[in-house]
């Protein structure tokens, strides 16, 4: 399995507050990504990165901020949760961009803020 | 990237090989058929992908029909930690990151 480490896996936390998740890979790679996963929407991507301090914007960015200060870290922020975020976030990493790479994931983060 | 049709739920026999299909009549010539599966509470898990040719490995074969309009992910002796919901993706295959697009899958059932 790819060494993919998201934390914590687990977090209830009130509207309004700060929230950050890590990832953490073993790889290597490149490229790293920020996905939720909710009932009868999928995996929607939130943000990717494509090497040290270099992001950009997924299909559902509103909300979410990201920082990559290491290869091996990539870090999302909610910066004042919403209900709406309430969700399952999973974590991914490419060692490039190419769509012939697969992306490996972790095995997520529960989020509820009430 | 093109849209993809599995059937919803599948059973199959423990110790039998499991074919799950895939139709992907809109694909382009660069989009790669890609296939991943979900356990419950854990992570997609990717499986394997093609472009053309039938491709295996320790874990399963995919084959691709000639026109590619389709495809079957062969896993050749299913065990009950197989029981899964299996996505078919089709990705474009050149250009820059992009996400993977998970539809509803096939929940396959292994029967003990």
């Known amino acids: 399995d790819a060494g993919i480490t998201q934390s914590p896996r687990h977090k209830v936390t009130e509207t309004g507050t700060p929230v950050t998740l890590r990832c953490h890979q073993t790889?290597?790679?490149?490229?790293m990504y920020w996905y939720r996963q909710d009932p009868g929407h999928g995996l929607r991507l939130i943000h990717y990165s494509y090497g040290v301090k270099d992001t950009d914007k997924g299909e559902v960015s509103d909300g979410y901020s990201v920082s990559r200060s290491k290869t091996e870290d990539f870090l999302l922020t909610l910066e004042s949760a919403t209900s709406s975020q309430t969700s399952v976030y999973f974590c991914a990493i490419s060692d490039t961009g190419r769509s012939n790479q697969p992306q490996h994931f972790g095995d997520g983060t529960r989020l509820s803020i009430l | 990237d093109a849209k993809t049709t599995q059937p919803p739920s599948m059973d199959c026999a423990e110790g039998r090989a499991a074919n799950l299909p895939c139709n992907h009549s809109t694909i382009s010539g660069n989009e790669y058929v890609y296939w991943y599966r979900q356990i419950h509470s854990q992570g997609p898990q990717y499986i394997i992908h093609?472009?053309?040719n039938n491709e295996t490995n320790e874990m399963a074969s995919l084959i691709i029909t000639e026109d590619r309009k389709s495809s079957t992910l062969i896993l050749p002796h299913a065990t009950l930690r197989d029981t899964a919901v299996y996505y078919c993706?089709?990705?474009?295959?050149?250009?820059?990151?992009?996400?993977?697009?998970f539809g509803s899958g096939t929940q396959l059932t292994v029967l003990p």
């Open positions: 093609g472009l053309k």
């Open positions: 790889e290597n790679h490149r490229y």
């Open positions: 993706i089709v990705r474009v295959g050149s250009g820059s990151a992009r996400q993977l697009t």
